[in-house]
């Protein structure tokens, strides 16, 4: 049962288009590794290093961006933001009413 207020269109995200980036940034992030892969086949030297520099930064990039779209895509429904943070003046840590720490027994 698919309410339309729970497809990703309702929640601001343009499928196709985000399908499309998810697509282009895979093939981005194996040519890259082509590219990286390469580089460390090949000789040393400074072309090699940029090359093996820049293949790695695009790869990563391109990989985070990718599995943060499928993430999006996929992945299962959020909470809003305004739900998802604590209330301010509420703490996670036990705290003494005196503002002290226990002694230490030795």
Not at 10 to 18: E, I, Q, S
Not at 44 to 54: A, D, N, R, S
């Amino acid at each position: 049962m698919n309410t339309a207020g729970s497809t990703p269109r309702a929640a601001g995200v343009d499928v196709r288009r985000a399908q499309r980036w998810f697509w282009a940034l895979t093939i981005v992030a194996v040519l890259a590794m082509g590219a990286l892969y390469q580089g460390l086949r090949s000789t040393p030297g400074p072309g090699t290093g940029v090359l093996v520099l820049i293949s790695g930064l695009v790869l990563a990039a391109s990989s985070i961006q990718a599995a943060r779209i499928l993430t999006a895509l996929a992945g299962p429904p959020r909470l809003p933001r305004r739900l998802r943070l604590r209330p301010p003046g509420r703490r996670t840590t036990t705290a003494h009413a005196s503002g002290t720490h226990p002694s230490r027994e030795k």
